[in-house]
């Protein structure tokens, strides 16, 4: 397992942009795949998107296509979260998680919460 750290939350308009990192501590980060979650207050975590461990491989959720882009720095044992075109219904505690090819996600983050008003 890796230890995983997320920031860049916060509070922001309609429409606006925010990007989310997540830094992991281990030598193997370079070796998982991983993914941001979201939980909205009153519903189950969803997977948000997913990169490969060399970014060959991304996955969207069809809420978010072409609005997030996941991407990921094996150099510096982080994975990034760029969110445009935000909506209130994007308001959610995000976490980042490491996993394998199987979608087996074993590492969990603390969250950061996102908070999108009208």
């Known amino acids: 397992q890796v230890q995983l750290v997320e920031s860049g939350g916060g509070l922001v308009q309609a429409g606006g942009s925010l990007r989310l990192s997540c830094v992991a501590s281990?030598?193997?980060?370079?070796?998982?795949?991983m993914g941001w979650f979201r939980q909205a207050p009153g519903k189950e975590r969803a997977i948000v998107a997913r990169?490969?461990?060399?970014?060959?491989?991304?996955w969207y959720a069809d809420s978010v296509k072409n609005r997030f882009t996941i991407s990921r720095d094996n150099a510096k044992n982080t994975v990034y979260l760029r969110m445009n075109s935000l909506k209130p219904e994007d308001t959610a505690v995000y976490y980042c998680?490491?996993?394998?090819?199987?979608?087996?996600?074993?590492?969990w983050g603390q969250g950061t919460q996102v908070t999108v008003s009208s």
């Open positions: 281990g030598r193997t980060f370079s070796s998982y795949v």
């Open positions: 990169i490969s461990a060399s970014s060959s491989r991304m």
């Open positions: 998680a490491g996993g394998d090819d199987n979608g087996l996600f074993d590492s």
